[in-house]
């Protein structure tokens, strides 16, 4: 079976991706109403398992992205970690954040006014973290992978750099546009705190996230506060000090289960299959594209590059490539697209074409 063939995509339909949907595998559909008959039983037992299943889930994205158990917490989304997370942390310290970011990752810091600076955003944005790093020596270095408007992804080597010749910076990442595309370490990362939401290249849907921290990270978040007892009350005995704060009540099993399907799913096909898969297909889009002058120039000039693609044609054509079959969404100057297993060759030479008969 190939890759399609998991999904249920119309054949006059391309899917490039919309405002931010990946789809979910027709395995996943399939688990999810056994799910919900087995949890409408007014007999059954699957109500009163809600933890150990939690507690399953937990297990498999720990393993699926190399972290510790005990520093993977489940939210509904990345939004919620990452504010939690936030929260968690003294309020006197300093951020980096680099300029048009994500809003649910940049806007935590304008609205709880925390003191921050702007790093600029060009081709050389790798340079230009370490620049504003070490002239504005922020206490924490926040980003996304791969950045939503534009689809430039950071070079991870180079974040590992980052934390060896500083040690002591805190890094947090959303790792939202990124994961599920490639094999991805977490424990070798250099990052202290990674969170990401489900819906994307990982194929779940929504109200599913999570956040893993480091072992020093989550060691120090601890420390600061020996002060505080931990839960008595026997429903709440096992959880951690942090667990009340990240998993603070009932978890939807359904939207956590979704997660864990589309994870054991990526996991069964491989993910060297999917990058080499992916790579193939982005490359091919690069070249057209490339071609024809549609990538941002700042994106063409740049070695690394992610599967998140913004074209640069008109947004106001994003009508007329929904009224040709295209999925996809407008961003910034162009229109986005992007580009995970479900898609092949013939997608890309399609949507060439496609462009050039309507721009």
């Known amino acids: 079976m190939t890759f399609k063939e998991h999904f249920n995509i119309p054949n006059d339909i391309i899917y490039l991706n919309t405002p931010g949907n990946g789809l979910l595998p027709k395995s996943s559909l399939n688990w999810r109403k056994k799910w919900e008959d087995d949890f409408f039983e007014t007999n059954g037992e699957l109500r009163d398992k809600q933890p150990e299943f939690i507690d399953g889930v937990k297990s498999t994205v720990a393993s699926f992205f190399g972290a510790n158990k005990n520093n993977t917490f489940l939210t509904p989304n990345f939004s919620f970690g990452y504010s939690t997370l936030i929260d968690l942390l003294p309020e006197n310290l300093s951020y980096l954040v680099l300029e048009d970011e994500y809003p649910s990752l940049q806007y935590p810091i304008v609205n709880r006014k925390l003191q921050h600076s702007v790093a600029p955003f060009t081709a050389e944005v790798e340079k230009d973290l370490l620049n504003a790093i070490e002239k504005q020596k922020p ?7 791969v950045q939503y408007i534009s689809g430039l992804m950071i070079d991870l080597n180079f974040i590992k750099e980052i934390k060896s010749t500083y040690p002591n910076l805190l890094i947090i990442a959303d790792g939202t546009q990124y994961l599920g595309t490639e094999p991805f370490n977490f424990e070798t990362s250099g990052i202290d705190a990674l969170g990401g939401s489900g819906y994307k290249w990982l194929l779940s849907g929504f109200g599913n996230g999570f956040m893993m ?9 601890e420390e600061l506060r020996l002060d505080i007892p931990l839960p008595q009350v026997a429903m709440w005995k096992d959880k951690s000090l942090l667990d009340t704060f990240f998993e603070p009540g009932h978890q939807d099993t359904l939207s956590h289960g979704t997660l864990q399907q589309g994870l054991l799913f990526l996991e069964n096909l491989g993910l060297d299959n999917i990058k080499e898969h992916v790579t193939t297909v982005k490359n091919e889009a690069y070249k057209l594209l490339l071609e024809r002058d549609l990538i ?3 994106i063409a000039e740049r070695e690394v590059k992610s599967s998140l693609i913004n074209v640069q044609i008109n947004p106001e054509l994003y009508p007329n490539l929904i009224n040709s079959g295209i999925k996809c969404f407008p961003r910034g100057t162009g229109i986005r697209i992007g580009i995970h297993l479900y898609n092949d060759l013939r997608d890309i030479q399609n949507f060439v074409n496609i462009i050039e008969s309507i721009r």
């Open 213 to 221: 921290l480091s072992d020093d990270f989550k060691s120090w978040l």
């Open 139 to 145: 206490d924490v270095l926040i980003f996304s992978i």
């Open 296 to 298: 941002l120039p700042y």
